[in-house]
């Protein structure tokens, strides 16, 4: 029943979202413990800021709520499938569940790219639409050599 209520609330965001014209048709909620967190929405075209995703804001907020990086005893309740970045950062926050309620295929009807954003991660490198090209300075690994010999490094 709680999963429910913090579902809808998800969708609620981005149904208010669109109705209010503050961005994209997509919200978040993070929860903790049976206690809401933080909220997101999507802000894109607001904040002219690609990663201003529900997802991304939920996130932000709730680490700054909480003092940390990592969230691994919240859950995240998104009205829709996240995307590979907002999918990347739930990871990199260590977020222990995700809730969602439409499908990026739901998202790919209505314009939105994620699946081929999806397909893309799929390809060799030298395949993706956007070329990428690996550039080797003498320096490369200066920074991995002195984060490894780094004493007081705090790893995530």
Not at 53 to 69: Q, V
Not at 130 to 149: C, G, K, L, Q, S
Request: neutral net charge; contains cysteine.
């Amino acid at each position: 029943m709680r999963n429910e209520m913090y579902m809808r609330m998800a969708v609620d965001i981005a149904l208010e979202n669109v109705l209010t014209n503050r961005g994209g048709p997509f919200g978040a909620v993070i929860v903790r413990n049976g206690h809401l967190i933080s909220i997101g929405r999507n802000q894109v075209t607001v904040r002219n800021d690609p990663t201003a995703h529900a997802e991304i804001e939920a996130i932000r907020a709730a680490c700054k709520y909480l003092n940390t990086f990592q969230l691994e005893d919240c859950e995240i309740y998104t009205s829709g499938e996240p995307c590979p970045m907002c999918l990347g950062a739930i990871y990199w926050a260590r977020l222990k569940a995700i809730y969602y309620a439409s499908t990026s295929k739901d998202a790919a009807q209505i314009g939105f790219q994620d699946d081929y954003i999806f397909k893309q991660y799929t390809l060799p490198v030298e395949q993706r639409s956007i070329p990428m090209v690996r550039i080797i300075p003498d320096n490369t690994y200066a920074p991995f050599n002195a984060w490894i010999h780094q004493p007081n490094k705090q790893g995530y």
